[in-house]
């Protein structure tokens, strides 16, 4: 049975960090490209960053592009989003999926979310 499990969510102040974590089981990560997503109140959900499981290439959405950074740690079987300079705006809930290649789209895996609270 497949499970991704995030963590590292929790509220902080504008400015400050957040490490977010997805720990995969019964997948092997590495076999698959890795996208943290965000639902935002009110707004369509939005793909935050995917790594690519052929050579680790990385891609980011506009609005994060410079503060967060994804990776992946292959001994552990998780993927990390590191979050820097949180704004306001930053606040929803945070998934990780998978999928063959960034950005095509069809998920194979979902997890259940971790929540992301940036105070002003």
């Known amino acids: 049975q497949v499970h991704l499990v995030e963590s590292g969510g929790g509220l902080v102040q504008a400015g400050g960090s957040l490490r977010l974590s997805c720990a995969a089981s019964g997948i092997t990560l590495d076999n698959y490209a890795t996208t943290w997503f965000r639902q935002i109140p009110g707004k369509e959900r939005e793909g935050v960053a995917c790594?690519?499981?052929?050579?680790?290439?990385?891609y980011y959405g506009d609005s994060v592009k410079g503060r967060f950074t994804i990776s992946r740690d292959v001994a552990k079987n998780t993927a990390a989003l590191q979050m820097n300079r949180l704004e306001p705006g930053d606040t929803g809930v945070y998934y990780c999926a998978v999928e063959a290649y960034c950005m095509y789209g069809n998920y194979d895996y979902w997890g259940r979310g971790t929540q992301v609270t940036v105070t002003s």
């Open positions: 790594i690519s499981s052929i050579d680790g290439a990385t």
